[in-house]
């Protein structure tokens, strides 16, 4: 797997993770709304973390910083 996901893109979806985690377990998204949430906020992690978001990848979309070639 190439990585195609930048640092800032990284952070806000750990952010928005975190967010939609404490609006499930504090009660205020509930239902199956909010196992669909809980479930997306999940894999919004494990892409943070390996770098790589599988969506990404047929559309041609990368936000990593270009390095220069020398």
Not at 21 to 43: E, Q
Not at 50 to 66: D, K
Request: hydrophobic fraction near 55%; charge should be positive.
């Amino acid at each position: 797997m190439k990585k195609n996901m930048g640092s800032a893109d990284r952070i806000i979806r750990v952010i928005i993770a975190a967010i939609i985690g404490f609006l499930y377990f504090s009660g205020t998204i509930t239902g199956t709304v909010g196992v669909i949430l809980l479930a997306l906020s999940v894999v919004f992690v494990l892409t943070s973390l390996v770098s790589f978001c599988p969506l990404y990848a047929p559309l041609g979309i990368s936000t990593c910083a270009v390095k220069d070639k020398k």
